[in-house]
T-cell receptor, first 113, second 110 residues
Framework: TQLLEQSPQFLSIQEGENLTVYCNSSSVFSSLQWYRQEPGEGPVLLVTVVTGGEVKKLKRLTFQFGDARKDSSLHITAAQPGDTGLYLCAGSFHPPGTYKYIFGTGTRLKVLA | DSGVTQTPKHLITATGQRVTLRCSPRSGDLSVYWYQQSLDQGLQFLIQYYNGEERAKGNILERFSAQQFPDLHSELNLSSLELGDSALYFC?????????FGAGSRLTVL
């Protein structure tokens, strides 16, 4: 059974602080996605990383895919209240004819003003 | 607007009843995935369709069934509802390694 473990599960920080969320698995993925979900809404894709060791930046968010394509991290610099939400990682793999996704357990972030 | 349309947005029903949730994928996407999200839980994969055919099954109960029609919209049928079925149900459409989620259908079973 493929599992994606995210840590921490909950994080409450002050505006302006930095944070890192981790996503770990024993499985190798073809690619890995990060989503943010706000209450009552569907998850929204933030980024997809494909190559081992890849680093992508989206404004104050930095995403890294592990060299072995088994883990990933999301680093937020100078967090703002608008960053509050549930962050989900999802590993995808590609059996013939389809794409399969495994979602992490989620990290619930609250940024206090 | 993600381009994935789910109806209804909210649904309140009683135990033992049956409901149907509907999803229209993004234009051009052939894959539809259904997920269940209970309060403070992650996303639980239920079932996937590709161009009308079932491709993968997750933790879907026997009381639940789904199908994808020739026009690519999909329906998730939930029957003999129990209190524990109260949850957000999301549909996502897929193209390559990109999943796009709808806004969800919130089901409350009383």
């Amino acid at each position: 059974t493929q599992l994606l473990e995210q840590s921490p599960q909950f994080l409450s920080i002050q505006e302006g602080e930095n944070l890192t969320v981790y996503c770990n698995s024993s499985s190798v993925f073809s690619s890995l996605q990060w989503y943010r979900q706000e209450p009552g809404e569907g998850p929204v894709l933030l980024v997809t990383v494909v190559t081992g060791g890849e680093v992508k930046k989206l404004k104050r968010l930095t995403f890294q895919f592990g060299d072995a394509r088994k883990d990933s991290s999301l680093h937020i610099t100078a967090a703002q209240p608008g960053d509050t939400g549930l962050y989900l990682c999802a590993g995808s793999f590609h059996p013939p004819g389809t794409y399969k996704y495994i979602f992490g357990t989620g990290t619930r972030l609250k940024v206090l003003a | 607007d993600s381009g994935v349309t789910q109806t209804p947005k909210h649904l309140i029903t009683a135990t033992g009843q049956r409901v149907t949730l509907r999803c229209s994928p993004r234009s051009g996407d052939l894959s539809v995935y259904w997920y269940q999200q209970s309060l403070d839980q992650g996303l639980q994969f239920l079932i996937q369709y590709y161009n009308g055919e079932e491709r993968a099954k997750g933790n879907i109960l026997e009381r639940f069934s789904a199908q994808q029609f020739p026009d690519l919209h999909s329906e998730l049928n939930l029957s003999s509802l129990e209190l524990g079925d109260s949850a957000l149900y999301f549909c996502a459409s897929g193209r390559g390694n990109v999943l796009t989620f709808g806004a969800g259908s919130r089901l409350t079973v009383l």
